[in-house]
């Protein structure tokens, strides 16, 4: 927020994206690495998922451990305020218990809508 008012930059849209604490939790704490390509992975995420050759080397990245992504969550709730605060004219909530798909068509009808 700060980058943006330093930068004289008016946000015409903010989305604020609306998840549960078990959800967020499960689906950050699927995130995988593979060591050896360096590729991300998402065990709940279908167009995310490992294939079978690296799936066995696969390591949980340790941001990703569920106590870490529970104190994430925590800080998010926080920054999630003053973003509502600091950009009421231009914030909308969105629901994010969606696959990654349907969040990008959502909000790709929400910026066109309004455009």
């Known amino acids: 927020m700060k ?3 330093a930068l004289r930059i008016k946000a015409s849209q903010v989305f604020v994206c609306d998840i ?3 959800e967020a939790i499960k689906r ?11 590729c991300e992975y998402n065990l709940e995420v ?8 690296c799936a066995g080397r696969l390591v949980e990245m340790c ?4 106590l870490v992504t529970k104190k994430r969550y925590e800080t998010w709730k ?8 600091n950009f009421k004219a231009s914030c909308k909530s969105v629901q994010a218990d969606r696959t990654i798909e349907d969040m990008m068509d ?3 009808d929400e910026i066109s809508s309004s455009s």
Do not use: C, F, H, Y
């Open 20 to 22: 549960n604490e078990e």
């Open 46 to 53: 279908p167009s995310l998922r490992p294939d079978d050759a």
């Open 3 to 5: 980058l943006l008012q």
């Open 78 to 85: 926080q920054q999630k305020v003053n973003v509502e605060e």
């Open 106 to 108: 959502m909000l790709a």
């Open 28 to 38: 950050l704490s699927s995130r995988r690495l593979d060591p050896v390509t360096g």
């Open 63 to 66: 941001q990703d451990s569920e």
